[in-house]
């Protein structure tokens, strides 16, 4: 039952109420682990990363990673949170092969970040979902089932990693919601660099929080679907969570609180443990680790050392360049796709027709190849060569493209952006017409070739025009420029 599902972005799904809730945990991008000097990188032979702390053999003893402290008064700055002056790590206890210690250390009670919020659009609606927390722990390592018969192995090298758990109100009300939220807190997490946002290596992992219920009745009984590594799979496990509850709850069932996976071959959601409370966990205060204590002046130097934040650099792209709010949220997408907007923009005055350029053209490029921001082979100063010459009247639009598509293809000749450009433009024969005397010519061979065209137009058929217009392209291989050929056919068709 692999079907495609459309996301559910009414607010009532068969008259309940849809709510969500967040818990995401991300990697934090440190080269060494929470508490030991073990390596995190991706990818090793197992257990080639894990250190005696991470073993957790006796007599070792954690000790604070000064970095992964740094990224979460990072990401509290970036979302508007409290960064706690004084936060407490604690035990959480509970057993399981890939957790030698038998507890992980993580902050319960006091966390390091508190409050915040992360706003978004959905479609054309302003949406701000509220931030409980943001607290740090350490990752376990890996149980492994493939390689083994009757046995499993246990790889240790993630175990230590750092994490940053961080948790939403219930706020969103909808798949199509929750699925914008993820978007744009994974937006955040890799802008201001603290997570590389890697899903499929685990770099970034949601856990949904779904019930239901009737409009005014108390919160429904959650159910939590674990690890949810691609957005595509995220919408289509919690429409399926949805409809399921639904029917539980139609058929005369009571929705258990559940922990429960998504598989995404079935498209279905199964439970995997009855979900335990914190009870369970006998969190208390680790007696290795003292209060994490962050001075004032350490969050203010953290603060005057980011970067322009995604939102503040979107308002300032609409302010500074004209743009509409829909171009501005779309080239603030990643970092490298501003820096390259903004670039092109400067060089040659045309911010319209740079955002145009970057969301069309070069996206679209972008996207049928394997090419990424930083393997562009059409530099910001090219593209923006390439529209002023689109701008000042050299070329026209279409023949931007075939310019465009040489660059690409560097086949440009030596020398500077303008160069290279005019270079492509003269070898391909793009430059328009825009000398009037030639093009006058044309005109008039038209003209008379077209009488059937001229009587309907003057007969007031608005199409005819158009056909005109088309022909005195076409005689003029394209080179005319529609706007002065517009203009000279009115006038000479009186
Ligand atoms: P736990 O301690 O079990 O992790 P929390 O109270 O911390 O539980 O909540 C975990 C997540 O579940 C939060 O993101 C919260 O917003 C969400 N949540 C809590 N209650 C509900 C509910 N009834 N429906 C949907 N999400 C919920
Ligand atoms: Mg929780």
Known sequence: MNQKTKPETSLLVRGYE??????????????????????????????????????????????????????????????????????????????????????????????????????????????????????????????????????????????????????????????????????ELHKIVTWIGICDGNMQEGSFRCDANVSVRKPGAPLGTRREIKNLNSFKFMQQAIDFEIRWQIEQIEDGFEIQQATVLFDPDTGETRAMRTKEDAADYRYFPDPDLPPLVIEREWVERVRSEMAELPRVMAARFMADYGLPEYDATTLTQSQAMAAYFEAAAKACNQPKLVSNWVMGELSRRMNSGDVTMATLPVSATQLAALIGRIADGTISNNAGKQVFEALWAAEAPEGDALAQVDGLIEAKGLKQMNDTGALDTIIDEVLAANAKSVEEYRSGKEKAFNALVGQVMKASKGKANPAQATELLKAKLG
Do not use: W
């Not at 080269?31 to 073990?38: E, L, T, V």
């Not at 003893?61 to 970036?78: H, S």
């Not at 089932?145 to 961080?166: C, K, V, Y």
């Open 18 to 183: 849809v709510v969500i809730g967040f818990e995401t945990h991300a990697q934090l991008s440190t080269a060494s682990k929470i508490f030991s000097r073990a390596s995190t990188a991706f990818g090793a032979e197992p257990n080639t990363q894990a250190c005696a702390v991470d073993l957790a053999l006796p007599g070792t003893l954690p000790v604070m990673n000064k970095g992964a402290v740094e990224r979460a008064i990072q990401f509290g700055l970036a979302v508007g949170s409290h960064v706690a002056e004084h936060s407490v790590f604690a035990r959480k206890n509970y057993f399981y092969p890939d957790l030698p210690k038998g507890y992980q250390i993580s902050q319960f009670e006091i966390p390091v970040v508190q409050g915040g919020s992360v706003e978004f659009f959905l479609g054309d609606e302003k949406k701000s979902v509220r931030l409980v927390r943001a607290h740090l722990e350490e990752d376990a390592g890996k149980s492994l089932h493939e390689d083994f018969i009757g046995q499993s192995g246990i790889d240790l090298n993630r175990a230590g990693t750092p994490l940053l758990e961080i948790v939403t109100e219930p706020d969103m009300r909808s798949s199509a919601e929750a699925v914008a939220y993820a978007k």
